[in-house]
């Protein structure tokens, strides 16, 4: 495993289409007693009341979901092609039943109250800002919650202020 460099969010290249959409990644809340970790493929990057900010969604039946709202801070990892059958393991079962850590050979590294995986090539580091459950009545195209919360389980959506970005050196 080669070691992090920090980076500023504004010396990030990556395309955030591919990292989330078609790579996916994993978001990771809780510290070195008490975390969980899940996949996600919906979220994003930008610059919000002049921070950057990245935002994710999670709907509250997911373990993770238990995490992020108790905790300040959470983790975004990114990783290469190799890691994905380890990102499927993550997304489709639940830490309540499994260590998602020792079922895929990740290795959690904690720090700072935070968790986040050194196999990562990328992990970005976000404090809470704000937080919102999605809503039918917020939806224009209504054609979204057919496809999309056939039990009306909306995801609640987080704004978090990147704090810190580590990419592999």
Not at 52 to 67: D, G, K
Not at 89 to 105: H, L, M, N, Q, V
Request: a negative charge.
């Amino acid at each position: 495993m080669s070691e992090f460099i920090a980076v500023t969010p504004e010396n990030l290249n990556e395309n955030t289409f591919e990292l989330i959409g078609k790579d996916w990644m994993l978001i990771t809340a809780g510290d070195e007693k008490n975390y969980n970790t899940m996949t996600a493929s919906w979220g994003g990057t930008g610059v919000l009341w002049n921070e950057p900010v990245s935002f994710i969604f999670i709907r509250p039946q997911r373990y993770t979901f238990e995490f992020t709202e108790k905790n300040g801070l959470f983790t975004l990892s990114f990783f290469d092609e190799t890691y994905r059958s380890a990102l499927r393991f993550c997304g489709s079962k639940s830490g309540r039943d499994f260590d998602k850590a020792a079922e895929t050979g990740l290795t959690p590294v904690h720090e700072d109250g935070l968790t986040y995986f050194a196999e990562a090539k990328l992990v970005v580091v976000c404090e809470k800002l704000y937080a919102q459950d999605l809503a039918a009545e917020g939806f224009i195209d209504k054609s979204i919650i057919d496809k999309n919360y056939p039990n009306n389980d909306f995801h609640r959506m987080y704004v978090g202020k990147i704090v810190k970005c580590l990419k592999k050196a």
